[in-house]
């Protein structure tokens, strides 16, 4: 992981995915992969420079082959073993260890994990946050 105040991002792409009306999500795996290959298209959607981790559990690891793309478009993918939330405070907490001071935030509306990364340190912001700056 970066350090040195880089921004990290860390996304609950099965929350993100799930939160769309549209049924985008019911495909897991391709709704996945629509979403990471959305944000790995020109950065714009970020306000500035940063890190970007995005955690895939469930079926929606399908959307990737980790043991031949654990970086897709620059951005790191973690394959949850069993939680997704489990894993995101794990990157998060880990992240924490390494630089105290380093800006995190986590897209999520699971007002538990929430929770859980606030207590580490870690801002949250809402699906919507990362939908509207995709054009999604």
Known sequence: MAADGVQLIVVDAANVVGSRPDGWWRDRPGAARRLLERM?????????????????????????????????????????????????????????????????????????LRARVAAVGAETVGPHWLLDRLGA
Request: proline share 5%; charged share 25%.
């Open 40 to 112: 790995a298209g020109p950065r714009a959607w970020q306000a500035e420079p940063g890190e970007v981790i995005v955690v895939l559990e469930g079926a929606a690891k399908a959307a990737v082959d980790a043991a031949v793309d654990p970086e897709f478009g620059g951005m790191r993918v973690v394959l949850a073993d069993g939680s997704g939330d489990d894993a995101i405070v794990g990157v998060v907490a880990a992240a924490r260890a390494e630089d105290s001071s380093r800006p995190i935030t986590v897209v999520t509306a699971d007002r538990g």
